[in-house]
């Protein structure tokens, strides 16, 4: 995999930055694990803890999800399959759904193996801006693979729980499908909750990055570009965040 475009010193700047779908040059393998890897979202399971940051839709489930975790070695830039955990934000982050285990479905066997998803991560990776203290770090790599599907419009929200932060260090957001979809622009805030930025992600691999602690986000709700069939919007999330040292 290439990545066509040069965003580091944007994100250094800025703190996000977006890229777009063709900036991605994929070898032909490539290309047919990222077709393989659109497909398993037509099976991912329901999200069983969506109430929590959703209250009010607590009969209608619109999310669909699987998650899981890797370890990053950022000197050779090779990756290590973690177990897989319930997955747990701290409340300061999530005040709804915060210090509660949500054992999302985890990554099949297929996915973590994925050759487009594995790429993706280390071209990423080295996108970012990172210093050398940063490089002696232990990273974890959390990949989180969500459906937003609904008959009903605007009961689709891709970012419930609102203006937020993740609590990691570097994310990486890729449109995997759109269908029949209005709405679900990304939104960029500074930390002062002042709007800098809507990104609209249209074509598959459409994709923005971002640096967690110098910006807030949220998504807009998604609505039913026409009455026939569903709207879904389908992306995968990767988050990168570093621990004490080694
Ligand atoms: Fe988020």
């Not at 594995?118 to 050398?132: A, Q, V, Y």
């Amino acid at each position: 995999m290439k990545i066509k475009k040069s965003i580091t010193d944007d994100l250094i700047e800025n703190g996000f930055t977006r890229i777009n779908c063709n900036n991605y040059e994929l070898s032909k393998t490539e290309r047919e694990s990222f077709n393989v890897f659109q497909n398993y979202y037509k099976s991912l399971p329901p999200d069983k803890f969506l109430h929590l940051v959703d209250p009010e839709n607590i009969h209608n489930c619109y999310r669909y999800r699987r998650w899981g975790r890797y370890s990053l070695n950022p000197l050779n830039l090779s990756l290590k399959e973690l177990g897989h955990i319930p997955y747990n934000q701290s409340r300061k982050y999530n005040k709804n759904a915060g210090d509660i285990e949500r054992d999302f479905a985890p990554l099949t066997e297929g996915i973590l193996n994925n050759l487009f998803l594995k790429s993706l991560i280390i071209n990423n990776f080295k996108l970012f801006p990172t210093s050398n203290s940063m490089m002696a770090k232990i990273w974890h790599v959390y990949v989180h693979l969500i459906k937003i599907s609904t008959d009903h419009n605007g009961i689709g929200k891709p970012s419930p729980e609102g203006i937020h932060q993740d609590d990691v260090d570097f994310f990486s957001i890729h449109l995997i499908k759109k269908v029949n979809c209005d709405g679900g622009k990304a939104i960029i805030y500074n930390l002062k909750e002042i709007e800098l930025e809507r990104i609209d992600l249209n074509r598959p691999l459409d994709s923005y990055y971002v640096i967690d602690s110098k910006l807030m986000h949220d998504v807009e709700d998604i609505f039913k570009r026409t009455n026939i069939g569903r709207a879904e919007r389908s992306i995968l999330i990767l988050s990168f965040k570093s621990f004490i040292n080694k």
